[in-house]
């Protein structure tokens, strides 16, 4: 037991250093993500002058974290392939890092990162633009890679633009991660 201790000691210190509030590893749940996001909400309510910061903050975490839920379940992927690694980190005095990573079908990924680079590349204005273009189109109900209208009002929320990574691993998979600046 003295290893693991002074692993999560260490681990501790590096919580403490990277000034991360909150992060989860493994399989996520809706109950899970819910009571994740109140903590969240109420913690940086509870530190922050604006309100506005930690809806924004709340509604990425979300949004994030619902994706991932949705996409495993579409994808009928268990527990393992299920797991979800989330990390909310104060970045500087106001501004936050959401950072969501999942397993993920290769060719999906490649799509998601391709699309979000995109949209890296788009001013607020061309963002809300390319919002309201958005929820003028039918919704495709095929449509599981979470490439849509939440991907936009994430882009959209951010301070600065969304940075996405592929990693991929064995047979045809990949642990895609996105983190946001808000």
Same mark, same amino acid.
């Given at each position: 037991m003295t290893v693991f201790t002074s692993n999560l000691s260490s681990l501790r210190e590096f919580f403490n250093k990277e000034r991360i509030l909150i992060c989860f590893n493994g399989p996520i749940s809706r109950t899970l993500? #819910?009571?994740i996001g109140i903590a969240l909400k109420d913690h940086i309510e509870s530190t922050q002058s604006r309100e506005s910061a930690?809806?924004?903050v709340f509604g990425v975490y979300i949004e994030m974290?619902?994706?991932?839920?949705?996409?495993?379940?579409a994808?009928?992927? #268990?527990?393992? $392939?299920?797991?979800?690694?989330?990390v909310i980190a104060e970045v500087d005095q #106001?501004?936050?890092?959401?950072?969501?990573g999942n397993m993920i079908e290769l060719a999906d990924g490649e799509a998601l990162l391709n699309r979000i680079r995109h949209l890296a590349t788009l001013d607020k204005v061309e963002l809300k633009q390319l919002y309201k273009q958005q929820l003028r189109q039918p919704k495709q109900n095929d449509q599981i890679t979470g490439a849509g209208l939440g991907l936009i009002e994430i882009a959209r929320k951010s301070s600065q633009p969304l940075e996405a990574s592929l990693g $991929?691993?064995?047979? #045809?998979?990949?642990f895609f991660s996105l983190r946001v600046i808000i």
């Open positions: 993500i #819910g009571e930690a809806m924004d974290s619902q994706n991932i839920r949705h996409y495993a379940n994808m009928a992927y #268990g527990d393992k $392939e299920a797991s979800a690694t989330v #106001g501004h936050y890092a959401v950072s969501a $991929e691993t064995l047979q #045809g998979k990949a």
